[in-house]
């Protein structure tokens, strides 16, 4: 072990017992902990703080962090959630023009906190194993912000402790985090009985042999992604997941849940219900007119019943002048079961089924065949939530989306919904991609950023467009944002790199029209 000198980073939140509760601007601040660098030295506090800090921000658990990320820009763009406030109206990420400080906060909050406690734990150990697990956790967390936002300084932040560092290409990210995963996994697999102190893993409580599975699995997700780009690495990397010794996640038992602190409420309840008297989300019309359709059974352990009746599970739309917000609080919340736990989910067992049953379409050796691991991910995801009716569900032929109605007649879509059905048919590609994106939408909810990724990607599943676009880049509605635009202080800050970026990897505008590295390709979801 290297000795911990001195406190060259500030502890990245308000208290060392519960930094990631609220507070993610006091990344200036002077160790206020009130513990010493020799109190800090016994059983590794420091360390085992900036481990859990990280895992704290793969998806935010800070309640104005996760708002900002998850339930203003992944939850619409994804979906899942609408905005119902009204205050929201011309500033929020659903009509294309956010402020600044929106996406501003997602850029900068994670450089800071994930990226400067990963080099953090660098010069506090030289475990292979905690610093395995710490190199997992940063491309967890990292690879969320090169998919929101394009090239990001990756390779060089932190060197000199400057945080305005170089871009890298989108491309160069991946596959820097591919190989930091193959790294990792190597080590991992030949430590794979050496378990580490659950104090400083609030996602598997220091299990090694799930932090593998894990690993393997953002890696298949991560090879799926670029699969029209890059098509021989990225089946290359995904056959490597399936012939490892451990390989990904396959049973719920292994799904990844970050463990929220003591005393911590869970952060989708800040938009389902706490703030402004009752919330300001709802579930967005999309995800519960395919539902409706498909008469889904999750939908009770999904979402609370709407005002318009029993039994009736009704969205919001997206991408509107928002009325008042007595008027949006009508229609189906988050079930207060899934906002009231005391985890947040991270990565699931039905995710991984479905990225294999897409890498059997394409023809890659994923252990099964693209109909079978597609039917295992639904069973997945049913037995997740605990609910019943999976084998019928398969076997639906018939059901399909249903239009979108607005029970109050303002906002029904006039547009024609996807006719994709439920059960496994023949063998043309491009349906069964629908098929198998559609069903993992349905069960990655309520991970928003990775459902907008995966819209971006492949086009499905086919959501409603806007209603009101406050944007004059983006003309094809039916396209939606594409990716976010550098904040501001980028320009001021770090103003000669953000400019090289433009000019070497985009060559094209910053803006939220201009698309990232793996889906700018005629042949995916930029169609």
């Not at 481990?51 to 104005?64: E, G, K, L, R, V």
Request: a negative charge; one cysteine or more; hydrophobic letters at 35%.
């Amino acid at each position: 072990m290297k000795i911990y000198k001195h406190i060259s980073i500030i502890l990245m939140a308000c208290s060392a017992l519960l930094f990631t509760v609220q507070c993610t601007d006091s990344y200036d601040r002077y160790n206020k902990t009130g513990v010493n660098d020799e109190e800090g030295s016994r059983d590794q506090y420091f360390l085992k703080t900036h481990m859990t800090n990280m895992q704290s921000w793969i998806i935010p658990s800070a309640s104005h962090a996760n708002q900002f990320s998850e339930q203003l820009l992944g939850g619409p763009y994804g979906g899942y959630f609408s905005d119902v406030n009204p205050g929201f109206n011309n500033r929020n990420f659903s009509t294309y023009g956010p402020e600044d400080g929106w996406y501003a906060s997602i850029f900068k909050d994670y450089m800071k906190e994930v990226m400067t406690s990963y080099n953090t734990v660098k010069t506090l150990t030289e475990d292979p194993v905690l610093l395995s697990v710490a190199s997992i956790t940063k491309v967890a967390a990292m690879s969320r912000i090169t998919d929101i936002f394009g090239p990001i300084p990756y390779t060089e932040v932190g060197v000199d402790g400057a945080l305005n560092a170089k871009y890298d290409s989108q491309e160069d990210v991946y596959k820097t985090m591919l190989d930091e995963l193959d790294e990792a996994i190597d080590v991992l697999t030949v430590n794979r009985t050496n378990d580490f102190s659950p104090k400083a893993d609030r996602i598997y409580s220091g299990n090694v042999e799930r932090w593998i599975k894990y690993a393997n699995s953002i890696k298949l997700r991560m090879a799926i992604r670029m699969s029209e780009v890059e098509p021989l690495l990225a089946r290359t990397k995904a056959e490597e997941v399936m012939s490892n010794a451990i390989g990904p996640i396959l049973s719920n038992d292994d799904n990844a849940n970050l463990t929220l602190v003591s005393g911590q409420t869970n952060p989708y309840a800040y938009g389902f219900d706490i703030w402004n008297s009752g919330g300001d989300a709802r579930i967005s019309a999309d995800i519960t007119s395919y539902m409706n359709g498909y008469n889904d059974p999750r939908m009770a352990a999904y979402f609370e019943e709407s005002a318009f009746g029993p039994g009736v599970y009704v969205g919001f739309r997206n991408g509107i002048s928002i009325p008042a917000q007595s008027i949006g609080q009508q229609y189906s919340r988050m079930n207060p079961e899934v906002y009231n736990q005391m985890s947040m989910r991270l990565m699931n067992a039905a995710e991984i089924a479905f990225l294999r049953a897409e890498g059997a379409l394409r023809g890659w050796n994923m252990g099964g065949t693209a109909q079978s691991l597609y039917e295992s991910g639904i069973e997945l995801s049913f037995g997740q939530w605990g609910v019943s009716g999976a084998a019928a569900y398969i076997a639906n032929a018939t059901s399909s989306p249903l239009k979108y109605v607005d029970p109050l007649g303002s906002y029904s879509f006039i547009g024609s919904p996807s006719t994709i059905k439920i059960a496994w048919s023949g063998s043309n590609f491009d349906e069964n991609l629908e098929r198998i994106i559609t069903q993992k939408w349905i069960a990655n909810y309520p991970n928003g950023i990775e459902a907008w990724s995966e819209f971006r990607r492949t086009g499905y599943p086919k959501l409603m467009p806007v209603l009101l676009n406050r944007s004059s880049v983006i003309t094809d509605l039916n396209k939606m944002a594409r990716r976010l635009p550098y904040p501001n202080d980028e320009y001021t800050g770090n103003r000669e790199n953000v400019l090289n970026a433009l000019s070497t990897f985009f060559n094209a505008p910053d803006n939220m029209a201009t698309d990232v590295w793996w889906a700018n390709n005629p042949a995916n979801g930029s169609k």
